[in-house]
C-alpha cells in the first residue's frame, strides 16, 4: 500500500514463540487461545493466505487487520479486510494497523505486523486543509471489540 510507513515486523517473536513451543517450555494451550472475537474477525474480514498453520498444519492461517487511531474514533480497535484499508488510508490521515494470524483450526494467533496508514504518508503530503473524512461509513456490523490486539502478543 501506498502509505504504508513505520512497518515493525513481528517475525522474530513469532519464531521465539515457536521454539519456546517446541521445547516444551510453554504448552499449545498457552498459544493457541484465539478468542471468539478474534476467530470472528477472521470468519469476516480475514484474509486468506496460502500460509500452513505452524502449529496443527491443516488449516491455512488467516490474517486479521485491526485498525486503531483517534481519526477512526467509534471504528477505532475494529477489523477491517485488506481491501478496506486503502480506501481509509486515501480518507484518513493517518491511523495504525495491527495484523494477526490466526488458525481457525487450533486457534493459534500472533502478531505478525504493525504499520501505519493514512494521507500523512503521501510523498509531499498536501496540506489542503481539508476535513479529516467522513467516517460514518465505518460502523462495523459484529462484535469485534477494541480490547483484542493484546491477546496476540500473550
Ligand atoms: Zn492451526
Known sequence: ???QRQVVDYSLQKRAALRELLAGRV???DVCDA???LKNAARFHGEPTEQRCPICRSENLIHVHYIYG???KQSAGQARTRAELP???MTLREFQVFVVEVCLGCDWNHLIEQFLLGRDGLAGGTED???PGAVSGLSAPNGSTPRRRREAQR
Open 129 to 131: 486543509g481539508s476535513e
Open 87 to 89: 480506501v481509509l488510508a
Open 70 to 72: 483517534d481519526e477512526l
Open 27 to 29: 504448552g499449545t494451550y
Open 35 to 37: 478468542s471468539p472475537y
Open 1 to 3: 500500500m501506498r502509505t
